[in-house]
Protein backbone atom coordinates (compact mmCIF):
# COMPACT_ATOMS: atom_id res chain seq x y z
CA UNK A 1 0.00 0.00 0.00
CA UNK A 2 1.27 3.29 -1.17
CA UNK A 3 1.62 5.88 1.39
CA UNK A 4 -1.25 8.63 0.81
CA UNK A 5 -0.15 12.36 0.86
CA UNK A 6 -2.01 15.25 1.83
CA UNK A 7 -1.47 18.57 0.71
CA UNK A 8 0.47 20.81 2.75
CA UNK A 9 -0.62 23.75 4.17
CA UNK A 10 1.20 27.14 3.36
CA UNK A 11 0.26 28.93 6.18
CA UNK A 12 4.11 31.08 6.21
CA UNK A 13 2.91 32.21 2.40
CA UNK A 14 -0.48 33.48 3.60
CA UNK A 15 1.21 34.93 6.54
CA UNK A 16 3.69 36.88 4.51
CA UNK A 17 0.63 38.01 1.77
CA UNK A 18 -1.50 38.90 4.80
CA UNK A 19 1.52 41.03 6.18
CA UNK A 20 2.13 42.96 3.26
CA UNK A 21 -0.84 43.63 2.44
CA UNK A 22 -0.98 44.97 6.02
CA UNK A 23 1.94 47.00 5.36
CA UNK A 24 0.99 48.14 2.52
CA UNK A 25 -2.83 49.33 3.79
CA UNK A 26 -1.44 51.19 7.03
CA UNK A 27 1.44 52.81 4.65
CA UNK A 28 -1.60 54.21 2.37
CA UNK A 29 -3.66 55.14 5.11
CA UNK A 30 -0.88 56.97 6.81
CA UNK A 31 0.04 58.66 3.44
CA UNK A 32 -3.68 59.69 2.97
CA UNK A 33 -3.91 61.21 6.51
CA UNK A 34 -0.62 63.09 6.02
CA UNK A 35 -1.88 64.83 3.67
CA UNK A 36 -0.26 63.35 0.40
CA UNK A 37 3.03 64.47 1.06
CA UNK A 38 5.35 64.98 -2.20
CA UNK A 39 8.29 62.21 -0.87
CA UNK A 40 5.60 59.43 -0.20
CA UNK A 41 4.35 59.06 -3.71
CA UNK A 42 7.68 57.45 -5.36
CA UNK A 43 7.92 55.20 -2.29
CA UNK A 44 4.28 53.69 -2.77
CA UNK A 45 4.13 52.94 -6.20
CA UNK A 46 8.05 51.20 -5.68
CA UNK A 47 6.16 49.28 -3.08
CA UNK A 48 3.48 48.25 -4.87
CA UNK A 49 4.93 47.78 -8.47
CA UNK A 50 3.81 46.13 -10.71
CA UNK A 51 0.64 45.75 -8.98
CA UNK A 52 -0.53 49.41 -8.88
CA UNK A 53 0.60 50.11 -12.63
CA UNK A 54 -1.44 47.53 -13.97
CA UNK A 55 -4.81 48.69 -11.32
CA UNK A 56 -4.45 52.10 -12.72
CA UNK A 57 -4.04 51.17 -16.28
CA UNK A 58 -6.91 49.08 -15.72
CA UNK A 59 -9.12 51.44 -14.07
CA UNK A 60 -7.87 54.74 -16.59
CA UNK A 61 -9.33 51.65 -19.89
CA UNK A 62 -12.60 51.41 -17.81
CA UNK A 63 -12.95 54.66 -16.66
CA UNK A 64 -12.67 55.79 -20.99
CA UNK A 65 -9.33 57.92 -20.53
CA UNK A 66 -9.94 59.33 -17.00
CA UNK A 67 -11.11 62.45 -15.84
CA UNK A 68 -9.55 65.75 -17.88
CA UNK A 69 -8.22 68.72 -15.97
CA UNK A 70 -11.40 70.69 -16.20
CA UNK A 71 -13.62 68.02 -15.21
CA UNK A 72 -12.27 67.51 -11.38
CA UNK A 73 -9.88 70.77 -10.53
CA UNK A 74 -9.06 69.38 -6.96
CA UNK A 75 -10.05 65.87 -6.11
CA UNK A 76 -9.12 66.64 -2.64
CA UNK A 77 -6.97 64.62 0.32
CA UNK A 78 -8.14 61.76 2.31
CA UNK A 79 -7.38 58.24 2.92
CA UNK A 80 -9.53 56.54 0.19
CA UNK A 81 -8.25 58.04 -2.77
CA UNK A 82 -4.62 56.25 -1.82
CA UNK A 83 -5.95 53.19 -0.03
CA UNK A 84 -8.04 51.93 -3.18
CA UNK A 85 -4.96 51.66 -5.90
CA UNK A 86 -2.84 51.00 -3.23
CA UNK A 87 -3.97 48.26 -1.54
CA UNK A 88 -5.34 46.52 -4.79
CA UNK A 89 -1.71 46.81 -6.74
CA UNK A 90 -1.05 45.10 -3.68
CA UNK A 91 -2.90 42.15 -3.70
CA UNK A 92 -2.58 41.98 -7.66
CA UNK A 93 1.10 41.76 -6.35
CA UNK A 94 0.47 38.63 -4.35
CA UNK A 95 -1.72 36.93 -6.85
CA UNK A 96 0.53 37.59 -9.65
CA UNK A 97 2.91 35.73 -7.29
CA UNK A 98 0.70 33.13 -6.12
CA UNK A 99 0.09 32.02 -9.87
CA UNK A 100 4.11 32.12 -10.68
CA UNK A 101 5.00 29.55 -7.80
CA UNK A 102 1.88 27.55 -8.63
CA UNK A 103 3.03 27.39 -12.00
CA UNK A 104 6.37 26.73 -11.17
CA UNK A 105 4.92 23.94 -9.04
CA UNK A 106 3.47 22.47 -11.08
CA UNK A 107 6.73 22.07 -13.49
CA UNK A 108 8.65 20.69 -10.87
CA UNK A 109 5.91 17.94 -10.44
CA UNK A 110 5.38 17.34 -14.39
CA UNK A 111 9.24 17.37 -14.83
CA UNK A 112 9.88 14.81 -11.68
CA UNK A 113 6.71 12.80 -13.07
CA UNK A 114 7.91 12.36 -16.64
CA UNK A 115 11.68 11.40 -15.71
CA UNK A 116 10.54 8.84 -13.67
CA UNK A 117 8.21 8.11 -16.69
CA UNK A 118 10.93 8.17 -19.35
CA UNK A 119 13.16 5.69 -17.93
CA UNK A 120 15.23 3.15 -19.63
CA UNK A 121 12.91 0.24 -20.82
Known amino acids: MTPTTTPRRRSRST ?9 V ?9 AGAPDGWGPSMT ?3 FPGSTV ?3 A ?7 GPTATDSPDPGFGPLPFLIPYVAGALVNV ?5 ALAFARHFVREARDS ?3 SGPS
Do not use: D, E, I, Q
Open 15 to 23: RAATAYLGV
Open 25 to 33: SVASLAHGL
Open 46 to 48: LMT
Open 55 to 57: VTV
Open 59 to 65: ALCLAGG
Open 95 to 99: LLTWG
Open 115 to 117: RGA
